[in-house]
């Protein structure tokens, strides 16, 4: 498994590495952007309906990020909405700051609460 992403930089003066750790800070940070997200039971509020299941995997193999989230779901949420929200936010937030890094983004739903 490699620790960097290896990119060309607008200069062509050489090649950037991105560690997988920024990649995991971008996917948390984009997690907060999203309303009624809880990390564990003991913090959830009444109007939140996802709870994180586990921490956020984060792994690049042959040069493509991979990104695992499990959630928990509040009965009665639609899950496909859920779902989707959460990988345009993690899209949006790569996009941003790396423009060019190919990534797969993977969203499973473990228990319904």
Do not use: C
């Not at 003066?13 to 009624?36: C, E, P, Q, R, Y």
């Amino acid at each position: 498994m490699a620790d960097y992403i290896y990119i060309d930089n607008y200069a062509k003066k050489g090649k950037i590495g991105i560690s997988l750790n920024v990649f995991d800070s971008l996917v948390t940070n984009a997690l907060a952007n999203i309303k009624g997200i809880s990390l564990s039971n003991a913090h959830m509020k009444k109007n939140q309906k996802i709870r994180l299941n586990r921490p956020v995997q984060t792994t690049i193999r042959h040069g493509i990020v991979h990104i695992w989230v499990a959630v928990d779901v509040t009965k009665g949420t639609n899950l496909q909405e859920v779902t989707k929200t959460i990988q345009e936010e993690i899209t949006n937030s790569f996009l941003i700051a790396t423009e060019q890094v190919p990534f797969d983004v993977q969203v499973k739903v473990i228990s319904i609460i």
